[in-house]
Each structure stands twice: as structure tokens, then as C-alpha cells.
């Protein structure tokens, strides 16, 4: 756990402590208040505080599928790492296919639903991986590629082949796409990865002891405190709304706290303009 976050069982703990008898979030249970904590802690860490984890997985030979950690929300960055320990990054291509086709119960596809099979009854037909051709579409040799063949410059001196602006390009290493579906990264077919790194944002709600930063400390008590009196009929309107705009406060401050721009930081940006570049 980093030094400066706080385990939520502390937080549970000292919020528990405070609360007066007479208090009108004074009789929640346990796991009431656990549950509005956890809550607290996924929708405030995504928008202030967001955990990017890195983790190295291993690609399934067989499918160039990559599965997703366990607890992943949304990626940061796909690549590998070389030898001089920089990620060299993946490029996401949403063209590329992960398509499947219904099952007829044997793991043989088939193209109709009359013929797929439904093993767990609940009128959603059992589906495989079909990745392969359609049959009739173009490829890069036959109609896509070579219309652009006489915009292509080559570097005759370096050996280099540069394509025009806006065609494509880029110092990509490979390509990828998220399929949320089933849960992986899918690979570029012709891909020769053995493993990839995944940087992405975690749910950290999921960790067995969460933690939150302690600057966030104050606005998720705040939050535990509005969330259990919101729907309750006895508690009046006047003390719900007192309790809302303390939550507000509190979040504000630790967004500010968070989120500082300090000199060093502005100094750094400013003169970032000053850099020249190599002239080609």
C-alpha cells in the first residue's frame, strides 16, 4: 500500500466512531456504510484520483488474444517493452476482426441460428471464435493498396519508403483492439508478440482492502454520510441539502489538493517552447 493513501477499514472505523447516537446516519448497518464507501471510492478515484496499474500478460498462441486483467476499466497504454526497458506502444485498429458464429453444439460453426445450439437455456445460442475470410473481399495486393501506390515517395538514398500525409502511417510496433465483449485484446493476426504490457485504469473498489489517498479522506466520509440519509424519509429536506453541499465542498478541496499546478510545473511547460527540433 503507498504511503499516501488510506485502507478503507480505517475510514469505515473512524466514520463509525463519530457518529452520535442521535445521529440521523447513527443506526446503518455495517455493510450499508461499507457499500456507500466502496462506491465512494470507484465514482471518486475515476474522476480524481484514477489508479494506473501496469501489468504484464502473456498471449494465447492460439487465437493472438491477450485476456484482461480482473480488475480492468478502461486502457491507458498497450505495447511491449524492449530491451532498453521503453514501452513501445501498440496502435487500436477497430477494423480489426473478432467476429464469432453460433455453435451447433459440437464446436463446429454454423451459419444459422435454426442449427445453434443453447446449453445453458437462456435463449442466447452458444457461439465460437470465426475470425477467418468472408470469402469474397478485397486485399491489399488486389484493390486497396495499389491505388495509392503512385503517391508513395522512396527514399532512394536511405532506403527508406515514406507514405504521403494522411494515407497512413506511424512508428507503431503493432495493432490491437479492445473486445469488452469477450474480455481480451485482440491482436493483428500476422502478430509474432509473446507478451504484451497493459497500463490501464483499475477498479480500485475490487482490491480486497481498498485504499484512497488521504487527500480524498474527508470528501468520502462526507459522501458515506450523504448517500445513507438521502433516501431517508425522516431525515429532513433542509439537513439532506446541508449534507449534499458539505460533500460538494469537501470534493472541491480535495480536487484542488490533487490536482495543484505548482511554479516548477508552469516553469517547465513555458519553456518546453523554447526547444528546437532537428531541421531535415
Known amino acids: 500500500m503507498a504511503r499516501n493513501t488510506v485502507p478503507l477499514n480505517q475510514i469505515i472505523n473512524d466514520f463509525i466512531i463519530t457518529l452520535a447516537d442521535d445521529d440521523y446516519a447513527g443506526h446503518a448497518s455495517d455493510t450499508q456504510v461499507r457499500t456507500h ?44 517493452v524492449g530491451t532498453d526497458g521503453i514501452v513501445y506502444v501498440l496502435g487500436e485498429n477497430k477494423n480489426i476482426n ?11 460453426k ?51 519508403r515514406n507514405a504521403m500525409y494522411g494515407i497512413g502511417g506511424g512508428n507503431l510496433y503493432g495493432q490491437f483492439r479492445v473486445n469488452l465483449d469477450q474480455n481480451r485484446i485482440e491482436l493483428e493476426s500476422n502478430s509474432s508478440i509473446e507478451e ?29 454520510y450523504y448517500k445513507i440519509i438521502e433516501r431517508k424519509a425522516s431525515v429532513p429536506a433542509n439537513e439532506k441539502a446541508r449534507a449534499r453541499q458539505e460533500y460538494y465542498n469537501e470534493r472541491r478541496k480535495a480536487n484542488a489538493r490533487i490536482k495543484s499546478f505548482t511554479k516548477e510545473e508552469a ?14
Do not use: C
Not at 473478432?98 to 453444439?105: R, V
Not at 516553469?267 to 531535415?280: D, S, V, W
Open 196 to 224: 504484451v504490457v497493459i497500463e490501464y485504469v483499475a477498479d480500485e473498489a475490487r482490491s480486497k482492502n481498498p485504499s484512497i489517498h488521504v487527500y480524498l479522506e474527508e470528501a468520502l466520509m462526507a459522501y458515506m
Open 110 to 160: 454454423t451459419g444459422t441460428a435454426a442449427n445453434a445450439n443453447d446449453s445453458d437455456g437462456d435463449g442466447v445460442y452458444d457461439r465460437i471464435d470465426s475470425k477467418s475470410s468472408t470469402g469474397k473481399s478485397p486485399t491489399l495486393s488486389d484493390d486497396i493498396s495499389s491505388g495509392f501506390d503512385s503517391y508513395v515517395f522512396r527514399n532512394y538514398i536511405y532506403g527508406a
Open 98 to 108: 473478432y467476429s464469432e458464429a453460433y455453435d451447433n453444439g459440437s464446436g463446429v
Open 37 to 80: 464507501a466502496l462506491r465512494g471510492i470507484r465514482e471518486m478515484g475515476f474522476d480524481m484520483s484514477k489508479v494506473i496499474r501496469s501489468l504484464k500478460l502473456s498471449v494465447d498462441s492460439a487465437n493472438n488474444t491477450v485476456e484482461l486483467p480482473d480488475d480492468y476499466v478502461d486502457w491507458s497504454k498497450v505495447g511491449v
Open 267 to 280: 516553469l517547465k511547460t513555458i519553456r518546453k517552447n523554447f526547444k528546437q527540433g532537428p531541421k531535415f
